[in-house]
């Protein structure tokens, strides 16, 4: 089992930045990927980025390359995602997801990761 606690999450202006954070606890955390996904309201779960559990490997959402940045600590367990250049569309419930796999081809689907956090707020105003 593992927890997922986010924080960081908050509102900003257009144009500005956010860095939110995922604690993990309850097992190793570095020899799995993990995800950032977000909700907003009325709408599915989007894919926003991917980091593959060493660090080597990361990807994001097409709506979010170029301004987004995943990261990781792995001495601490905890993940990261620099949000820049944020515009009002990025207003969203904001999840973290691990894996119990390193890296896979399907790292955009929700479904094929196993722990999630509680979400975080985000809202952007114009």
């Known amino acids: 089992q593992v927890q997922l606690e986010e924080s960081g999450g908050g509102l900003a202006q257009a144009g500005g930045s956010l860095r939110l954070s995922c604690a993990a606890t309850g097992r190793s955390f570095s020899r799995y990927a993990m995800g950032w996904f977000r909700q907003a309201p009325g709408k599915d779960r989007e894919f926003v980025a991917h980091?593959?559990?060493?660090?080597?490997?990361?990807y994001y959402g097409d709506s979010v390359v170029g301004r987004f940045t995943i990261s990781r600590d792995n001495a601490k367990n905890t993940g990261y995602l620099q949000m820049s250049s944020l515009k009002p569309e990025d207003t969203a419930v904001y999840y973290c997801?691990?894996?119990?796999?390193?890296?896979?081809?399907?790292?955009?689907?929700?479904?094929?990761?196993?722990?999630w956090g509680q979400g975080t707020q985000v809202t952007v105003s114009s």
């Open positions: 980091i593959s559990g060493n660090g080597d490997w990361k």
């Open positions: 997801a691990s894996a119990t796999w390193s890296n896979s081809p399907s790292y955009f689907l929700s479904g094929l990761y196993d722990y």
